[in-house]
């Protein structure tokens, strides 16, 4: 039985998702669950291209333990240097850089001719084991690369000290069948290939980069670079669920197996949902909202009679805990603690004191408090950011005959300001009112309202997204009121751009 890894850059290529920016403490929150989930190596951002990814690797370096952690770099000297400077202090470290190797883009992006392009990746893959022993090298394009010419810069870079070597289907453009019998070209082909691990990194422009990434574990590949969800550049990643339910439920036909915690996928799923607002459709293979709901009269007459009619996963293998547990306004802080550590917290005091008063407040509101409302609570914390403004009260009122109007008060740097505004309905009132106290012109992009848990007193969860100066940022609120909530998100997205504009 072989161990693939999984390299995870669900903080580098996930980012690069439309409107998926993440500021320090959110990275910092995916990196740590990440750790919990087991992969094997996080790529936690591209140093070279802002300060605020390189200070999101450098502090994911120095407070994560477990996994590598890696940085990005362009095939030139400041990348490398500026990732190293990043990744130095973690435990384990590892450099990835890459070079274009695709005739399409030699010619047309870079203007260089091959020759140039494997000696500078040589170079450069040696400067970086000069700060490193782990350094990954990527041929970008490699889809579309001449088999021959991929051949002789994968020997050179393992020559120049490359331990990985990275095979992106950078467009998405490959099928299952071709990318296997390339994996198996490189292994048949280059002579040194059993000094390094074959990684493969695959996008979903056609819908195959899960399957195109099992096929090269078939051919030899051990590692998969993919991401939470799937998100990613365009049409996304590789989605780590996928692949790495597929390997686990499908042991029999790839005699391989990976480091991950199934049991960890839905909470980081849910964590990266909640960061990234980047919703998974209720159809997504694991993850999907429906990927466990049995629809059919025939279907459930098969699962009453025997799970295994229907059911090639077990929810439970995911971490969906079909048995709900309940606690109430009467539980106290000790069950509180121990169900959190049972979902797999492991909050300090301070956190636990924090979020437990925010539970005593929830269970005044809310009978039945679900594990789905305790991970709600937990991220609402790990969302917090320094409060430029904070909601200090608000009035609605709308009806049949009756024009919304909202009666916000806010605390900001310059005292506490009261506004009324009216608008086309209750949530736009309010947003006005907050715009005109605070004085921002940001633009809303995005606004969504979902129930956490069932019932009427179900917590809302609002996302919104602003968008001002080219800054994208995404906005959380949580409560039993969804305008309430709506009030919340919106202010603690002001809040995210406040800290971006410092
Ligand atoms: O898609 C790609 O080619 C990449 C490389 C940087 C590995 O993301
Ligand atoms: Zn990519």
Same mark, same amino acid.
């Given at each position: 039985?072989?161990?693939?890894?999984?390299?995870?850059?669900? #903080?580098?290529?996930?980012?690069?998702?439309?409107?998926?920016?993440?500021?320090?403490?959110?990275?910092?929150?995916?990196?740590?669950?990440?750790?919990?989930?087991?992969?094997?190596?996080?790529?936690?951002?591209?140093?070279?291209?802002?300060?605020?990814?390189?200070?999101?690797?450098?502090?994911?370096?120095?407070?994560?333990?477990?996994?590598?952690?890696?940085?990005?770099?362009?095939?030139?000297?400041?990348?490398?240097?500026?990732?190293?400077?990043?990744?130095?202090?973690?435990?384990?470290?590892?450099?990835?850089?890459?070079?274009?190797?695709?005739? @399409?883009?030699? !010619?047309?992006?870079?203007?260089?001719?091959?020759?140039?392009?494997?000696?500078?990746?040589?170079?450069?893959?040696?400067?970086?084991?000069?700060?490193?022993?782990?350094?990954?090298?990527?041929?970008?394009?490699?889809?579309?690369?001449?088999?021959?010419?991929?051949?002789?810069?994968?020997?050179?870079?393992?020559?120049?000290?490359?331990?990985?070597?990275?095979?992106?289907?950078?467009?998405?453009?490959?099928?299952?069948?071709?990318?296997? @019998?390339?994996?198996?070209?490189?292994?048949?082909?280059?002579?040194?290939?059993?000094?390094?691990?074959?990684? &493969?990194?695959?996008?979903?422009? #056609?819908?195959?980069?899960? =399957?195109?990434?099992?096929?090269?574990?078939?051919?030899?590949?051990?590692?998969?670079?993919?991401?939470?969800?799937?998100?990613?550049?365009?049409?996304?990643?590789?989605?780590?669920?996928?692949?790495?339910?597929?390997?686990?439920?499908?042991?029999?036909?790839?005699?391989?197996?990976?480091?991950? @915690?199934?049991?960890?996928?839905?909470?980081?799923?849910?964590? &990266? $949902?909640? *960061? $990234?607002?980047?919703?998974?459709?209720?159809?997504?293979?694991?993850?999907?909202?429906?990927?466990?709901?049995?629809?059919?009269?025939?279907?459930?007459?098969?699962?009453?009679?025997?799970?295994?009619?229907?059911?090639?996963?077990?929810?439970? $293998?995911?971490?969906?805990?079909?048995?709900?547990?309940?606690?109430?306004?009467?539980?106290?802080?000790?069950?509180?603690?121990?169900?959190?550590?049972? #979902?797999?917290?492991?909050?300090?005091?301070?956190?636990?004191?924090?979020?437990?008063?925010?539970?005593?407040?929830?269970?005044?509101?809310?009978?039945?408090?679900?594990?789905?409302?305790?991970?709600?609570?937990?991220?609402?914390?790990?969302?917090?950011?320094?409060?430029?403004?904070?909601? &200090?009260?608000?009035?609605?009122?709308?009806?049949?005959?009756? !024009?919304?109007?909202? &009666?916000?008060?806010?605390?900001?740097?310059?005292?506490?300001?009261?506004?009324?505004?009216?608008?086309?309905?209750?949530?736009?009132?309010?947003?006005?009112?907050?715009?005109?106290?605070?004085?921002?012109?940001?633009?809303?992009?995005?606004?969504?309202?979902?129930?956490?848990?069932?019932?009427?007193?179900?917590?809302?969860?609002?996302?919104?997204?602003?968008?001002?100066?080219?800054?994208?940022? *995404?906005?959380?609120?949580?409560? $039993?009121?969804?305008?309430? =909530?709506?009030?919340?998100?919106?202010?603690?997205?002001?809040?995210?751009?406040?800290?971006?504009?410092?």
């Amino acid at each position: 039985m072989r161990t693939i890894k999984i390299f995870d850059t669900t #903080l580098r290529d996930g980012e690069q998702s439309p409107g998926a920016a993440m500021n320090i403490q959110e990275k910092l929150q995916i990196a740590k669950q990440l750790a919990r989930l087991g992969v094997d190596i996080i790529e936690a951002g591209f140093a070279i291209t802002s300060p605020g990814d390189f200070e999101a690797i450098k502090t994911i370096s120095g407070e994560v333990e477990g996994p590598v952690i890696c940085s990005l770099a362009r095939a030139k000297e400041t990348d490398i240097k500026r990732a190293w400077e990043a990744i130095k202090d973690a435990p384990r470290k590892r450099i990835h850089t890459f070079h274009s190797t695709s005739d @399409i883009h030699l !010619k047309y992006q870079f203007r260089v001719g091959r020759e140039e392009a494997l000696k500078t990746s040589v170079e450069m893959v040696k400067l970086a084991c000069s700060f490193v022993d782990d350094v990954q090298f990527s041929p970008m394009d490699a889809t579309r690369t001449d088999l021959d010419y991929l051949c002789e810069v994968t020997e050179a870079v393992i020559e120049a000290g490359a331990s990985t070597v990275n095979i992106p289907d950078t467009v998405g453009y490959t099928i299952p069948n071709e990318f296997g @019998i390339m994996i198996k070209a490189l292994r048949d082909r280059v002579k040194n290939i059993d000094n390094a691990v074959i990684a &493969v990194h695959c996008h979903n422009d #056609l819908g195959l980069a899960a =399957a195109n990434s099992l096929s090269a574990v078939l051919n030899g590949a051990g590692q998969i670079e993919c991401t939470v969800n799937g998100i990613g550049e365009r049409a996304g990643n590789c989605s780590l669920e996928e692949v790495v339910m597929a390997m686990r439920t499908r042991r029999d036909i790839f005699n391989a197996d990976t480091n991950i @915690i199934s049991e960890e996928i839905m909470r980081s799923s849910k964590l &990266v $949902t909640k *960061i $990234t607002g980047m919703s998974v459709q209720p159809n997504k293979a694991i993850v999907g909202a429906n990927a466990f709901s049995h629809e059919s009269g025939i279907h459930q007459d098969g699962l009453l009679k025997e799970k295994t009619t229907y059911e090639i996963i077990t929810p439970e $293998t995911i971490g969906l805990n079909k048995t709900k547990f309940v606690l109430g306004k009467l539980s106290g802080r000790n069950a509180f603690r121990t169900r959190l550590g049972i #979902l797999g917290y492991a909050l300090s005091d301070e956190e636990i004191n924090s979020t437990f008063e925010r539970f005593k407040k929830l269970a005044d509101q809310k009978k039945e408090i679900f594990d789905e409302d305790l991970e709600a609570l937990v991220s609402e914390g790990f969302t917090t950011v320094p409060e430029t403004y904070s909601l &200090v009260d608000m009035r609605i009122s709308s009806g049949f005959h009756e !024009k919304p109007t909202a &009666v916000i008060t806010l605390k900001t740097g310059d005292g506490v300001i009261e506004k009324t505004e009216h608008g086309d309905g209750p949530v736009d009132a309010i947003f006005k009112a907050i715009t005109s106290i605070t004085g921002t012109k940001s633009e809303l992009v995005k606004y969504e309202v979902k129930a956490i848990t069932g019932g009427t007193d179900a917590l809302g969860e609002v996302v919104c997204s602003l968008e001002e100066d080219n800054r994208r940022v *995404i906005g959380h609120g949580a409560d $039993t009121d969804v305008i309430i =909530a709506s009030a919340k998100a919106y202010v603690n997205a002001l809040n995210k751009l406040a800290v971006r504009k410092k």
